[in-house]
Each structure stands twice: as structure tokens, then as C-alpha cells.
Antibody
Framework: QVQLQQWGAGLLKPSETLSLTCAVF????????WSWIRQPPGKGLEWIGEINHSGTTNYNPSLKSRVTVSVDTSKNQFSLKLRSVTAADTAVYYC????????????WGQGTMVTVSS | DIQMTQSPSSLSASVGDRVTITCRAS??????LNWYQQKPGKAPKLLIY???SLQSGVPSRFSGSGSGTDFTLTISSLQREDFATYYCQQSYSTFLFTFGPGTKVEIK
């Protein structure tokens, strides 16, 4: 049973860098894309970006200038960095898995609430 | 970008009711449409993928249909545990995945 467990700082000040990590337990790391998705309070879901085991990345153009997704295959972990955060980046951040191709997000992490406030 | 819309944005229904939620894409996405259920404080859960395929472990009262731009999620007999928010998501554009705004199903 594949599980994703995520962690990171939950309170940031404006202009700081958001940093989250997601670990994959109980399954293969290769053959999948590993995504970050966020959800502002009371709002819908926004895909941020993804990476595969080889380090190939795709980013949402609206966030691309501030986002880096990286991978550590030795630990079966991937990470998100979002620079220069503002209050608009306040959201629950989820990590998620999808298979290569036009596949859905079938496994999700538990979510991490990140608040940006001065 | 492929824009996704859903209707209605919310609905009230009773246990045992048949419920239908519609999702529309701004361009054809073939059958690359997925449905998720989200309960408060929880991560979304995959229900339906590729428009009509039931994810393993999901009750058969959930079904999906459609192709191109118009899609439907149907709950044949609403159960108490089905009260949640439902999102559609297109996986046609693998460079930019987008979700619908959600449909909240509430108890009447």
C-alpha cells in the first residue's frame, strides 16, 4: 500500500521561501510523476508542478518563475520550494502521484497547511 | 489553458436520491477526465478516471460518462458518507493539469 507522507514549515512571513518534502513509502518511485497541488482556504485545487525519478519537471506557468521541484531518489523523496511567498500563497499543499501519460492523481499525501502572514 | 467548469456549484439532496454533476472543458479533452471526492480536512480521493473507469475500492453507485467536452458524474443512490465536494480534473494536457471549481453536495 503506497503512502505519501509530507512535512514542512507551516508559518512563513512574506518574501520567505516555502519548503515542503514528501516521502514515498511502500511502492516504486520510478515510473511515476510526483506532483504538488495546493488549495487555498475554502477554494479549489491548483496544480503547481511535478517531477519524475529522472528529474524531468513540469510547472504551472503561473507559478513557474517562483517554483522548484526536486527529487532525492536515494530517499524516495521529492520537494517543493516556492520563493517570495505572499498571503496569496496561503493554502493547504498536497503531494500526489500519477502514472506516466494522461493518468489521474491516484495517491495523495495528507496535506500541509501553510500560512503566510507578517 | 484548458478551463474546467462544473454545475451546479452546490446541491442539496436526500439519502437515496440520484445525483448528477456536470463538468465541461473549454476544448476537447477526449476521455481524459477524472473525478475526485473531498471531505472537509481531507485530501481528495480519486473516484473515476478516464471519464468512466471506476477506481479500485470505489462503490459501484458512482459512475461517470462523457467524452470530448461534456462529462457527468452520477451517484445512483446517495449515501450519508457521500456528502462531500466533488471535483473534475482534466489530464489531457500533461503540461498543465486543471481542476473544476467543485460541486458541494449537502444534506437536504
Amino acid at each position: 500500500q503506497v503512502q505519501l507522507q509530507q512535512w514542512g514549515a507551516g508559518l512563513l512571513k512574506p518574501s520567505e521561501t516555502l519548503s515542503l518534502t514528501c516521502a514515498v513509502f511502500g511502492g516504486s518511485f520510478s515510473g511515476y510523476y510526483w506532483s504538488w497541488i495546493r488549495q487555498p482556504p475554502g477554494k479549489g485545487l491548483e496544480w503547481i508542478g511535478e517531477i519524475n525519478h529522472s528529474g524531468t519537471t513540469n510547472y504551472n506557468p503561473s507559478l513557474k518563475s517562483r517554483v522548484t521541484v526536486s527529487v532525492d531518489t536515494s530517499k524516495n523523496q521529492f520537494s517543493l520550494k516556492l520563493r517570495s511567498v505572499t498571503a496569496a500563497d496561503t493554502a493547504v499543499y498536497y503531494c500526489a502521484r500519477r502514472r506516466w501519460g494522461n493518468e489521474p492523481f491516484d495517491i495523495w499525501g495528507q496535506g500541509t497547511m501553510v500560512t503566510v502572514s507578517s | 489553458d484548458i478551463q474546467m467548469t462544473q454545475s451546479p456549484s452546490s446541491l442539496s439532496a436526500s439519502v437515496g436520491d440520484r445525483v448528477t454533476i456536470t463538468c465541461r472543458a473549454s476544448q476537447s479533452i477526449s476521455s481524459y477526465l477524472n473525478w475526485y471526492q473531498q471531505k472537509p480536512g481531507k485530501a481528495p480521493k480519486l473516484l473515476i478516471y478516464a471519464a468512466s473507469s471506476l477506481q479500485s475500492g470505489v462503490p459501484s453507485r458512482f459512475s461517470g460518462s462523457g467524452s470530448g467536452t461534456d462529462f457527468t458524474l452520477t451517484i445512483s443512490s446517495l449515501q450519508r458518507e457521500d456528502f462531500a465536494t466533488y471535483y473534475c480534473q482534466q489530464s489531457y494536457s500533461t503540461f498543465l493539469f486543471t481542476f473544476g471549481p467543485g460541486t458541494k453536495v449537502e444534506i437536504k
